[in-house]
């Protein structure tokens, strides 16, 4: 059984930053691609950044430059370093291992 759990969400004045943390459990970690998503509310899912099993990432036009995904196979864990944070980034956001398995979410929240 498969389960991955987020932290790290809060509260941040705009500009301030934040680093997620997904941790997985039950899963043979290291073969899988890892994402973000978030969802605000009223909005749907949307995708934020992935990271490859070897590494290599990918991010959403809408964070590339402030937002950077990391992992480390041998712990299970994969981070979200969100640094410049905007009110718009306001949303619960997911951990997922592609292509079945979601956390339950954290909660981030960007105002002054």
């Known amino acids: 059984q498969v389960q991955i759990e987020e932290s790290g969400g809060g509260l941040v004045q705009p500009g301030g930053s934040l680093r997620l943390t997904c941790a997985v459990s039950?899963?043979?970690?290291?073969?899988?691609?890892m994402g973000w998503y978030r969802q605000a509310p009223g909005k749907q899912r949307e995708f934020v950044a992935l990271?490859?099993?070897?590494?290599?990432?990918n991010y959403a036009d809408s964070v590339k430059g402030r937002f950077t995904i990391s992992r480390d196979n041998a712990k299970k864990m994969v981070w979200l370093q969100m640094d410049d944070l905007k009110p718009e980034d306001t949303a619960a956001y997911y951990c997922h291992q592609l292509p079945n398995y979601w956390g339950q979410g954290t909660q981030v929240t960007v105002s002054s």
């Open positions: 990271i490859n099993s070897a590494g290599g990432p």
């Open positions: 039950g899963s043979i970690f290291n073969v899988y691609t």
